[in-house]
């Protein structure tokens, strides 16, 4: 089962977040309703920025990550996170040495990213891809010693 | 109390069940035990850090015991590790979302420190974890 979610900084302007079905607006949606949190309904430009600046990110990761021959299932996980933060016209070169260092230096840019944002539903998406960066980071890590 | 404050009792609350859960791991599944002992002082740390955080609002109490799937070789060792790590990146993920901008360093370390804890007991790469 997956509860994919998804926030969508869309033309009209309105922070959208949610996933494919309507079941799927996630655990997450109930748990923050539960608790009194609300999404933004209006993104700010710097949550606009972010989110850009999260998918430019994640894309640059994908390409590299395609380039590198990365497990397959490695490749999965970064084109999952790509593929449910907006798209964008923005490119980004992430300058690391490794693919393991670049990894690692898109889960911090997340990780201060979720500490900025200003929408409560952006910041748990980036932090929780942040996360799942550094799972990654410690996969492969673990899989070459 | 305020929407923060109820996230994290209920992560608390999972920290006490993982302090309650990692030792009966290491005590019934010997080939578990050292990695058992690594995350106990793990989440002891996490408990005591919301315990410190949330002083007086602390709500939750550990429980004499909690329930436990058969837990007799490595295998049911990892999948109940890999549960208790799973549902506690979920609690961290919620208070993530229940905090302001100044406050959401400590359940982004915890989802953290979660996630990566699941790795240690054979879990995989999630997108988005805490969230699917």
Not at chain 1, 16 to 20: E, H, L
């Given at each position: 089962?997956?509860?994919?979610?998804?926030?969508v900084l869309g033309a009209a302007g309105t922070v959208?977040?949610?996933?494919?079905a309507t079941a799927a607006l996630g655990r997450l949606d109930d748990t923050l309703r539960a608790v009194g949190a609300r999404p933004t309904p209006s993104p700010t430009d710097d949550d606009v920025e972010l989110a850009a600046t999260a998918r430019a990110e994640a894309d640059a990761l994908v390409e590299r990550a395609r380039a590198e021959q990365v497990p397959d299932a490695v490749l999965a996980v970064l084109r999952s996170q790509a593929d449910d933060l907006p798209p964008t016209d923005r490119t980004i070169t992430v300058d690391a040495d490794t693919f393991v260092a670049a990894c690692r230096w898109v889960a911090e840019s997340r990780a201060d990213a979720?500490?900025?944002?200003?929408?409560?539903?952006?910041?748990?998406?980036?932090?929780?891809?942040?996360?799942g960066l550094h799972q990654i980071v410690q996969q492969l890590k673990g899989a070459a010693s | 109390m305020t929407d923060?404050?109820?996230?994290?009792?209920?992560?608390?609350?999972?920290?006490?069940?993982?302090?309650?859960?990692?030792?009966?791991?290491?005590?019934r599944v010997a080939a578990a035990a050292d990695r058992a002992r690594s995350s106990l002082a793990t989440h002891q740390q996490s408990r005591d850090r919301l315990l410190a955080e949330l002083a007086a609002d602390d709500t939750t109490r550990a429980r004499a015991a909690y329930e436990v799937p058969p837990l007799t070789d490595l295998k049911q060792a990892r999948r109940v590790a890999q549960d208790i790590e799973r549902r506690i990146q979920a609690a961290c993920a919620s208070a993530l979302g229940a905090s302001d901008r100044r406050d959401r360093m400590l359940p982004l370390i915890g989802?953290?420190?979660?996630?990566?804890?699941?790795?240690?007991?054979g879990g995989t790469a999630q997108p988005f974890p805490g969230l699917d």
């Open positions: 089962m997956v509860s994919r979610r998804v926030v959208a977040v949610g996933v494919g979720c500490v900025t944002a200003v929408s409560t539903d952006l910041a748990v998406v980036l932090g929780s891809s942040s996360a | 923060r404050t109820t996230a994290l009792n209920a992560w608390l609350a999972l920290e006490r069940e993982a302090v309650w859960l990692y030792p009966l791991i290491g005590a989802l953290r420190t979660a996630a990566l804890a699941e790795l240690t007991w």
